[in-house]
């Protein structure tokens, strides 16, 4: 089946510094993939919706300039979150969509901490 | 998309058949029922999804009702893996339309031993 590819599953990073999260479509080709959000204990909330070769789309109260999104070929987008705080700490999980009306495929996620 | 209603948590017993229900009550003739989990510290997983029909496949049985206002989710024989937050969800068929799925509050299913 299908599979994506998240990278790093955990990271602890200083506040203020940018990390970088990979997300890979590893058999199939995503024209879309989507990133969530997700704070203990709530559930996934929608970031941006990722298009190869144009703009991202982000959701209202999300900064398009904080969280950068970035989806230059059709297997991988990246989301840097840029000056990272504490607040940002939270699981990162992206998605594409396969074909076939499987739906989408999900990412292992990322937990990110912000010291 | 139509809005679901799901039990905020349930428990079952290891070996016994785990049942889900979803309330749907707006659905719309187009809509499917999609059912994902999440383990914890994971991605979502898909289960199963149908339209009017009952569905089953190597994970799970669906079962809608006849007029499609409510779905239950069958897990025959669960097991402490199974553990997880379940989640439904209705909308227009994911094929060929690149939109996201939105989560709900899901029902966080116990396997207990």
């Known amino acids: 089946g299908a599979v994506v590819s998240q990278h790093p599953s955990r990271v602890i990073c200083k506040s203020g510094t940018s990390v970088k999260i990979e997300c890979r479509s590893l058999?199939?080709?995503?024209?879309?993939m989507f990133w969530y959000r997700q704070f203990p204990k709530q559930s996934l909330m929608l970031m941006a919706t990722?298009?190869?070769?144009?703009?991202?789309?982000?959701e209202q109260g999300v900064e398009k300039d904080k969280f950068l999104i970035n989806h230059a070929s059709l297997t991988l987008s990246t989301l840097t979150v840029t000056s990272a705080h504490p607040e940002d700490s939270s699981f990162y999980i992206c998605?594409?969509?396969?074909?076939?009306?499987?739906?989408?495929?999900f990412g292992s996620g990322t937990r990110l901490t912000v010291v | 998309d139509a809005k679901t209603t799901q039990p905020t948590s349930m428990d079952c017993a290891e070996g016994r058949a785990a049942n889900l229900p979803c309330n749907h009550s707006?659905?719309?003739?187009?809509?499917?029922v999609y059912w994902y989990r999440q383990i914890h510290s994971q991605g979502p997983q898909y289960i199963i999804h149908g339209l009017k029909n009952n569905e089953t496949n190597e994970m799970a049985s669906l079962i809608i009702t006849e007029d499609r206002k409510s779905s239950t989710l069958i897990l025959p024989h669960a097991t402490l893996r199974d553990t997880a937050v379940y989640y439904c969800i209705v909308r227009v068929a994911l094929s060929g339309s690149a939109r996201q799925l939105t989560f709900g509050s899901g029902t966080q299913l116990t396997v207990l031993p």
């Open positions: 058999d199939f080709q995503a024209t879309t």
């Open positions: 990722s298009n190869e070769g144009s703009k991202a789309t982000y």
């Open positions: 707006t659905i719309s003739g187009n809509e499917y």
């Open positions: 998605s594409a969509m396969q074909g076939g009306g499987y739906g989408y495929t």
